[in-house]
């Protein structure tokens, strides 16, 4: 089992086994579409971009992440370079500010998202807030979601969060 406080040291672990058997490249790197590193206690994601590049044979095509029950306080925006990526587990962490869902928009493929068990879920408005950021989740903190929990999302959004004013410049003749 791996256990480790920082991502380079994947490269010198075993991975744990799973149900199917994970292929292999001639390069001996995995050919998996999917990263699983819950239940440690990383607390950032330095050198993640270059473990996982050693790891994996296609990185680009990594589309699940598990960093659930870590002690992340932030979301990385390493995450953000995974352009696959579908499903994202970041429960159980200590990430404490709310806006730091925002970098996770970047993420067009997104669908699947875990945040609960973090202090931002305290926060007032979280799902609220998660939803209308990530519009095109479809699980959230492993719940389907609605129809009512979009409209539910729109007027909270309406309510809190003031639209950013367009400034116009004018050009001085």
């Known amino acids: 089992m791996f256990s480790s406080d920082h991502p380079g040291d994947l490269l010198s672990e075993e991975p744990r086994t799973g149900l199917r058997p994970v292929r292999h490249a001639k390069s001996g790197k995995s050919m998996t579409q999917s990263l699983w590193l819950n239940n440690n206690v990383l607390t950032d994601l330095r050198d993640f971009n270059h ?3 050693q790891l994996l044979e296609h990185p680009e095509n990594l589309a699940w992440i598990d960093l659930s029950f ?4 932030s979301i990385d925006p390493v995450l953000t370079t995974f352009f696959n990526l579908s499903v994202l587990y970041l ?3 200590s990430i404490q500010r709310l806006g730091e869902v925002n970098k996770l928009a970047a993420l067009p493929r997104l ?11 305290e926060e007032k408005g979280y799902r609220q807030y998660v939803l209308c950021t990530l519009p095109h989740i479809t699980t959230f903190d492993f719940s389907g979601v609605t129809k ?4 539910t999302a729109e007027v909270w959004k309406r309510m ?4 950013k004013k367009v400034r116009i410049k004018h050009n001085a003749l």
């Open 91 to 93: 429960h159980g962490n």
């Open 160 to 163: 809190n969060i003031k639209p």
């Open 51 to 53: 473990a996982v590049s």
């Open 70 to 73: 870590n002690d992340l306080t």
């Open 111 to 121: 669908r699947s998202l875990t945040l609960h068990g973090n202090p931002i879920e």
């Open 148 to 151: 009512a929990d979009r409209t």
